[in-house]
């Protein structure tokens, strides 16, 4: 089973802690491993800050071949330096690098890699809270296709609220 995913940045999925990115790699982690009664065989990662990447990581930890679908060459170049050390640290461990467009960024691109991504997978792995924008984007196609959608944003909001501070607060 080939898996694709698509989601949100760092800003809607805790910002750019290491907490933040450590949960996003267990959610994707856990999900590659045990996801569907088929096994994950290869993954599909956009490459974006957040969701992507974290799908990305999860795959190199868990042994799977995935694909690092760029939307152009220079994606990063206007990223925080960690951000790009690590953009370079997946892609070097990637069995494959499509640059789906010329280089350049034009937002349309972003869009045109989402439809490469999944034209070529058999599963959407979402985290998607239904907001409008680029994932949505997606979704909207992988739905129009037909594609099957997995959405984790229920479980990743359960996660989020479970690591929350206990409250403390005894009325009785």
Known sequence: MIVCGTG?????????SADAWERL???????????????????????????????AMAAIKN????????????????????SVTM???????????VECSEPGYAAWKMQH?????????????ALWDGSDG???NCIRYAKDKGSQIVNLWPVYELITNSNAPPNNDKRD
């Open 8 to 16: 949100h940045r760092p800003e809607k999925v805790g910002g750019y």
């Open 25 to 55: 790699v267990e959610l994707a982690s856990f999900w590659v491993r045990n996801g569907l009664d088929k096994r994950t065989d290869h993954v599909i990662s956009g490459m974006a800050l957040g969701w992507d990447q974290a799908l």
């Open 63 to 82: 042994n799977i071949p995935w694909s690092a679908y760029v939307p152009f060459a220079g994606q990063e170049k206007k990223w925080p330096e960690s």
């Open 87 to 97: 953009f370079h640290y997946l892609l070097d461990r990637a069995a494959c690098v």
């Open 113 to 125: 890699r989402n439809k490469r991504m999944v034209d070529d997978s058999d599963v959407v792995l």
């Open 134 to 136: 680029g994932t949505g």
